[in-house]
């Protein structure tokens, strides 16, 4: 195993990277513009509108759909929104395919496992819950449990702090331009997945690797040791 001997933890991204979200996440949109009095949105849009946070989810689902919100409009549904994710935040969303193998293989060797997300921690927690792979992670930050998030460096640092891992024996795993300058901004390898969710396509990103699958993520980190 010889990315043991180069890494001692590997931070993961949520939605897009772990997790495919976008289901329930059009879900709660929906009903939010539906409530706004709006038309909704097709889930192939959501999936360019996720990675930002949800409020940055909801002004472009608003925008979309016609109408230019102010800030007190969107303080206002993203209460709406939020509250009807939190019931229906697993829904139809299931962890990506060979994902849990590969965790498992890292802890197994004995490496810690962090996610380091733009998104709410109580719902990341609430979803790995509900998806009943809470107990993989030594640690989960989402973007309202520093002052910065992602692709602010100190997101990425905060992750490790919380783990007691220095940058240079980590390594991200992400699927968007948010996550891969986040890890270069904080001077860690990052490797992106080519099935999330991106404005911008993984491959004119300039990652360190990419995988088309998680059966390709033990491989990948073993190319960068």
Not at 76 to 93: G, I, K, P, R
Request: charged content about 20%; proline content about 6%.
């Amino acid at each position: 195993m010889p990315y043991t001997k180069r890494f001692d933890a590997v931070l993961f991204d949520l939605d897009g990277t772990l997790i495919e979200t976008a289901p329930d996440l059009c879900g709660a949109l929906n009903h939010t513009l539906a409530q706004a009095g709006h038309n909704g949105v097709q889930l192939d849009q959501v999936r360019h509108m996720i990675g930002g946070g949800a409020r940055a989810m909801l002004r472009l689902g608003l925008e979309a759909t016609g109408e230019t919100p102010n800030e007190a409009e969107i303080e206002t549904w993203f209460d709406v929104l939020l509250d009807y994710y939190w019931h229906h935040v697993a829904d139809e969303s299931f962890v990506f395919p060979g994902a849990l193998a590969a965790l498992e293989t890292l802890r197994t060797a004995g490496l810690k496992l962090a996610v380091c997300t733009n998104k709410p921690v109580a719902l990341s927690n609430r979803l790995f819950e509900q998806l009943d792979i809470a107990p993989m992670f030594d640690a989960v930050l989402g973007g309202d449990s520093l002052p910065v998030r992602k692709p602010d460096a100190g997101h990425i640092l905060g992750t490790l702090d919380a783990i007691g891992v220095p940058p240079d024996r980590a390594v991200m795993i992400g699927d968007s331009a948010n996550d891969l300058n986040a890890a270069r901004n904080a001077g860690v390898p990052v490797i992106l997945v080519t099935f999330g969710y991106t404005t911008v396509p993984v491959q004119d990103l300039n990652a360190d690797a990419l995988i088309d699958h998680f059966d390709q993520l033990i491989p990948a980190l073993s190319s960068l040791s």
